[in-house]
């Protein structure tokens, strides 16, 4: 079943019910949103876009980019999103390696690669001409299970994105079980702050919502006072951590702003339990942490009505297995650190044109390998306990050493880098350059460097220049040593 058919049948129920809830123009209603992906099918379809094309897309947080998703997963087209952080030398790799039929983006000259462009900003682009101009798809393509709905590319120990492909069952069936698990209300009312070109803000905060036509508050950037605005309107709100620190950070954030919220959820990135303890201190309300990522949507939560454990990420989903495992595949039992893996619906079918790289994520038995270490319970409960990925996850965002070590090298006065994650009171961890390079280098031409070819978030948030890196006998740079030594180097 395509996945827009279960969207499109809550909105026909809901036509005049808010969809997306704007700030500074009317709001979407459903009935207004649904004609709108009609539009956008048919303008995916007079450029030329057919089912199992590529459709890859660079916006900024507007109501058309709902819209256009939503038309994509329509007509059987593969939505590929792409953060709109990254520079034009990032983009022009997911270009050639998703070969998309259309680009859809702010800026003419960003495709570059031969691919059709359409821009859309907020006032204008020729991708509203094409809407303006129209004609109206109402039918919905019928799709088998294994049809793919979306790629989204994650980073990887090579520092080559890897495209998840992931089909219309995948996302179905993982909003199914959120729905059912999270309890979601026909009142429910969604504050939406976070971006949608990643798993959590489209495929776990939108579909939540859709599923059930319940609004959104669609807020087109996190921002404070927006959302401290907004929370006595909303029921749940779904956020990294970094979310929940800056709430707590301000002294309007108290019980009674936060009486009416039914749900607090947290994911993408570890909670503290230090920021779970001072949010029920100040509101009195336990967040709900879950645990996911890009491959598998979402795989364990907090449950609803039971126990939320601090520092734990919960049970799996219902229809989903999880284990902990050693290296060599052998399953541990509880108490025991291992590799988290995943069995389920769920979990996507490989990575875009890379048939050995999905290989080695994949046991036998189907469970795939996570890369995350954790330990599980006695009853089922599990907790994350660290990454065997060298990974770096920052506001949330994922930021893999290798792609920065690789930029950072080419520079003529650098001999060696190592690129590390170390504790930040805001974005949880953040990015620390270590540079062995003989007459040092300075923070600013680091800055210049990378300006151009990485995006913002991804650069060092301070660089260090040592005359050599700590090495183990093997010769592998101990990056342990190194975060151990910089730990405290923003929070002291
Ligand atoms: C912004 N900056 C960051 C950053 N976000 N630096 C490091 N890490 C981040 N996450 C930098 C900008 O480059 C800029 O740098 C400066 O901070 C201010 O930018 P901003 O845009 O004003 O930042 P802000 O709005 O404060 O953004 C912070 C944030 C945002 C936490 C709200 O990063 C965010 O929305 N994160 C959510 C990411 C997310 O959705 N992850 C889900 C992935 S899915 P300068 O130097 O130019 O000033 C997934 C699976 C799962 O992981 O389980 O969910
Ligand atoms: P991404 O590849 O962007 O989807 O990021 C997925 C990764 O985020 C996971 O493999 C985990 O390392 C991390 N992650 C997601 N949710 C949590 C959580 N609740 N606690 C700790 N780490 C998390």
Known sequence: MNLYSRFENAFSQALDKPALVLADAPDWTYAHLKGQVELAAGALAAAGVAPGDRVLVQLPKLPETVALYLACLKIGAVYVPVNTAYTPR????FIEDAEPRLFVATDPEAGNGGVPVETLTESGGGWRTRLAGAEPVRDTIGRDDKDLAAILYTSGTTGRAKGAMLSHNNLASNVLALDRYWGWRDDDVLLHALPIFHV???FVALHCAFLRATP???QTRFDIDALIAELPNATVLMGVPTFYTRLLADPRFDAALAA??????SGSAPLTEQTFAEFEARTGKRILER?????TLMN?????DGERVAGTVGFALPHIAARIAAEDGQVLGPGEVGGIEVRGENVFSGYWQM???TAEEFRGDGFFRTGDLGVMDAEGRFSIVGRAKDLVISGGYNVYPKEVERLLDEMPEVTESAVIGVPHPDFGEAVVAVLVAAEGVSEDRVDVHLRGN??????PKRVLCVNELPRNTMGKVQKNELRERYSDIFTA
């Open 90 to 93: 990032e983009v022009a790799y």
């Open 454 to 459: 990485l995006a913002r978030y991804k650069q």
């Open 200 to 202: 959590h803000g489209l």
């Open 291 to 295: 645990y996911g990522m890009t491959e």
């Open 355 to 357: 048939p050995e790289r």
């Open 260 to 265: 009416g919220m039914r749900l607090f959820i």
């Open 300 to 304: 364990t939560s907090n449950p609803l």
């Open 216 to 218: 959104v508050i669609f």
